[in-house]
């Protein structure tokens, strides 16, 4: 159960966070968010997919880790075999305070449930009361998701009006000769992209929505390459 707590100095002076990796700090996840303004770097890494959420008005970029519940094929010996973490991962246990389109300051909070609290990991204030490096690198890494949460809307406003998504299943076979599938994702529907004409494309390009399309595209190129990581993982039992 999640217990948030707005982070302060005078509750928290001497609160840690541990840093590493591993399924019992809660990084056994099949997938995380990304937001469009990170699609480059998370490409290189990840495929993307998107899927709509429960009420199904509202498209949700994803990063892959796996292709079952709880499975991060990332995961090795305590370490997350990846260059870039995206940043709804790499910001945890903290989250931002208030609705995400509301108004005013945003306030960094914690998750005091989480596993990474405590133990031996970082602190987030010195012996003063001051910020952390650790502490301060984590309010940027929110602040950039906050703003790319924010600019998503109006890239996957512009997915919808052009018809650029479509229903995505991959069925894959391993090593073994058992079947993994993905169900209920969307891709980037590349014919209908290519039906687009110059303005429609100049309009994309102009809104910055024609780069991360172009990335989610490419990303499908990891799929081989996790299709690759979940041979290895059989393969050692």
Not at 88 to 111: E, N
Not at 142 to 155: N, T
Not at 163 to 181: A, F, H, M, V, Y
């Amino acid at each position: 159960m999640l217990e948030h707590a707005l982070l302060t100095t005078e509750d928290h002076r001497k609160l840690r966070v541990r840093t590493g990796r591993g399924a019992e700090l809660g990084d056994a996840v099949m997938c995380s968010i990304a937001v469009p303004s990170e699609f480059r770097r998370v490409q290189d890494e990840y495929p993307i997919l998107f899927r709509l959420n429960d009420e199904r008005d509202r498209f949700t970029a994803l990063a892959m880790f796996g292709f079952e519940t709880g499975e991060n094929l990332f995961l090795d010996n305590g370490n997350w075999d990846a260059r870039y973490l995206p940043l709804a991962v790499d910001i945890q246990p903290f989250l931002i305070g208030g609705s995400p389109s509301g108004h005013g300051d945003k306030q960094v909070h914690i998750d005091l449930a989480s596993p990474r609290i405590g133990g031996d990991g970082v602190r987030l204030f010195d012996e003063d009361g001051r910020p952390s490096p650790y502490l301060e690198s984590i309010s940027e890494k929110l602040g950039a998701l906050d703003e790319g949460y924010q600019e998503s809307e109006s890239f996957f406003s512009a997915l919808e009006r052009h018809k650029l998504l479509e229903p995505l299943t991959l069925e894959i076979t391993l090593d073994d000769g058992s079947t993994n599938r993905l169900v209920s994702f969307h891709g980037i529907d590349e014919d209908r992209l290519r039906e687009l004409d110059a303005t429609t494309l100049g309009e994309l390009h102009a809104d910055d929505h024609l780069m991360p399309i172009f990335m989610a595209i490419a990303s499908l190129g990891r799929l081989s390459e996790l299709i690759a990581r979940k041979n290895r993982r059989i393969g050692h039992g």
